[in-house]
């Protein structure tokens, strides 16, 4: 089937299921296309429990599709393809967090929201990219324990005062970034900003002009008078920098810079997952009780934008 008309199939679709098409920055062109709603993780998560929809397509992987099903587990929430993990979620399990919490007693857990559900259950509160710095800030403890992502709390670590126990876990496509292919391209264009996520390692990170979210690189290059741009994150997010601001130029940092998980979904899958249902999320109630709370709490202390 040729790809408009399956966008106008699944369009219809949604329609008459009264469904919500949620993707992610980073998602395929032809699904950013027709999606009712794109942002970054904490977008996507604020506007999933907001929706009046019956049902949430969601684009993106497991974890963020996991945290729309906590936040509205009244309603059904679709993950297209079951395949779409995230490996830096998978790098900590919850009965390694009930180890850290043995060791530190009196440390509170901060876990990005790229963890699973049972991970965030035992946590205080989460954080995204876009929030990371003003909820460790908030954070009544003087200790806490940040998982799982490294280079994000290495980040954060350099704008709060506080001990902070760091996980040793990372994305694979943003830490296999390094900073003599920055370099280079920032010879080969000394006008253009280099824009970068937080997820990329520290080295990486110390050469940018502006550290954020994908929404912030969005918003940044928007607003930037520059017209060309080096971009520290996945190449997905390209299809939102030409949209929102064309005649702009945008080079991606590294070669390669693609996320395989975030490139499961395809159209074909979102066709299906409507017409039969699937996959649905479904956790255990106790899982989204006690995870509902840290993501309530991220929401009710931050949307203030990444600072420092
Ligand atoms: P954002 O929250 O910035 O969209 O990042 C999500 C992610 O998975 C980055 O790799
Ligand atoms: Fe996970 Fe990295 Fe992919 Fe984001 S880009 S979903 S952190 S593997």
Redesign the pocket.
């Known amino acids: 089937m040729a790809y408009r008309e399956l966008q106008d199939r699944i369009r219809r679709l949604l329609k008459e299921k009264n469904a919500l098409l949620l993707a992610h920055n980073?998602q395929r062109a032809e699904i950013q296309e027709i999606a009712d709603l794109t942002g970054d993780s904490y977008e996507l998560s604020v506007k999933a429990s907001k929706t009046q929809a019956d049902t949430i397509v969601f684009c993106?992987?497991r974890f963020m599709a996991e945290s729309a099903k906590i936040l509205s587990p009244g309603k059904t929430v679709l993950l297209p393809n079951p395949r779409a993990g995230?490996?830096?979620?998978d790098m900590i399990t919850a009965q390694q967090v009930e180890q850290l919490r043995a060791q530190y007693p009196d440390a509170s857990v901060v876990s990005y929201v790229?963890t699973n559900a049972d991970v965030k259950a035992l946590s205080d509160v989460c954080c995204t990219s876009s929030n990371a710095v003003s909820i460790v800030r908030a954070v009544p403890a003087r200790k806490v324990i940040f998982i799982p992502d490294k280079n994000l709390g290495s980040y954060v670590r350099k704008f709060v005062d506080k001990e902070m126990i760091i996980w040793d876990g990372y994305?694979?496509?943003?830490h296999h970034v390094y900073p003599a292919e920055v370099q280079r391209l920032k010879e080969q264009y000394p006008d253009a900003p280099f824009v970068c996520h937080p997820?990329c390692r520290p080295e990486v990170v110390a050469l940018a002009d502006k550290v954020t979210s994908t929404s912030g690189i969005i918003k940044f290059t928007q607003e930037d008078p520059h017209r060309r741009f080096i971009i520290g994150t996945?190449e997905g997010i390209l299809y939102q920098l030409r949209k929102n601001s064309p005649g702009k130029e945008f080079h991606l940092a590294s070669y390669g810079f693609i996320?395989p998980?975030?490139k499961r979904t395809r159209l074909e899958d979102v066709l299906l997952a409507l017409e039969k249902n699937q996959e649905e999320i479904k956790l255990p109630p106790a899982i989204i009780e006690k995870a509902r709370l840290p993501l309530e709490r991220m929401i009710e202390m931050g949307a203030a934008a990444l600072s420092g």
């Not at 995230?86 to 979620?89: I, T, W």
């Not at 994305?171 to 943003?174: E, G, V």
């Open positions: 980073y993106g992987v995230c490996p830096m979620a790229n994305c694979p496509t943003h997820e996945e996320c998980n975030m």
